[in-house]
């Protein structure tokens, strides 16, 4: 799966990165627009959540479960989008290594660089 994963955000980073360059922005400012285009995914996510629980009452129950899910599954392909498009070369390493130091400092009984289940 995680081939799979890395494959297709590495085509959605060129793709991205190809249409930013057509359009003359510069790295500095692809990466922001990017991580921008983050926030604009979370926001959405949140008003599902909104939505699901029914509490505007102009909207009422707007959203199930089901579409929180796929605004958060948007978030997590956004934000690897964006880490992919910043670090070329090496984003699934800098990623395999920041979530291992989450996993020592957040998760004390796994020992660093040994993977758990299913994730």
Not at 23 to 30: A, H, I, K, N, V
Not at 37 to 44: D, F, V, W
């Amino acid at each position: 799966m995680e081939q799979f994963v890395w494959r297709t955000i590495e085509a959605l980073a060129r793709r991205f990165d190809d249409h930013d360059q057509g359009r003359g922005l510069s790295p500095e400012e692809q990466w922001t627009l990017q991580v921008l285009k983050i926030s604009e995914e979370t926001g959405e996510a949140s008003q599902a959540v909104i939505g699901a629980r029914g509490t505007n009452p102009r909207k009422g129950d707007s959203h199930g479960w089901e579409d929180v899910h796929a605004e958060v599954a948007d978030v997590v392909v956004t934000a690897l989008v964006a880490l992919r498009r910043m670090r070329p070369d090496d984003a699934a390493l800098f990623l395999r290594g920041h979530l291992a130091a989450k996993a020592e400092k957040f998760l004390p009984s796994t020992p660093a660089g040994q993977e758990s289940g299913t994730a």
